[in-house]
């Protein structure tokens, strides 16, 4: 059987599922999958979800944590 599409909510000019998959999240952050379970071992990445044994992110929470980490230089 034909397994169902995940419905896609609008977010500014682009959609985006609801939870986002380790490999969504990485290509969004530019940074390796590998990164993002470093982070989260030690509890410094966006926020996770547990469905049954995958992981997954939901995406207000990681735009939340990358504003977070965000730098300004106010000396330039």
């Not at 909510?9 to 993002?36: D, F, W």
Request: charged share 20%; net charge positive; glycine share 6%.
């Amino acid at each position: 059987m034909p397994r169902n599409p995940r419905p896609a909510i609008a977010t500014g000019s682009t959609s985006r599922t609801p939870l986002a998959t380790p490999e969504e999240v990485a290509a969004y952050l530019g940074v390796p999958v590998k990164t993002l379970y470093q982070w989260r071992h030690r509890r410094t990445g966006p926020n996770t979800l547990k469905v049954g044994r995958h992981l997954r992110y939901r995406w207000p929470e990681v735009d939340e944590w990358l504003a977070a980490q965000a730098t300004y230089d106010l000396t330039a």
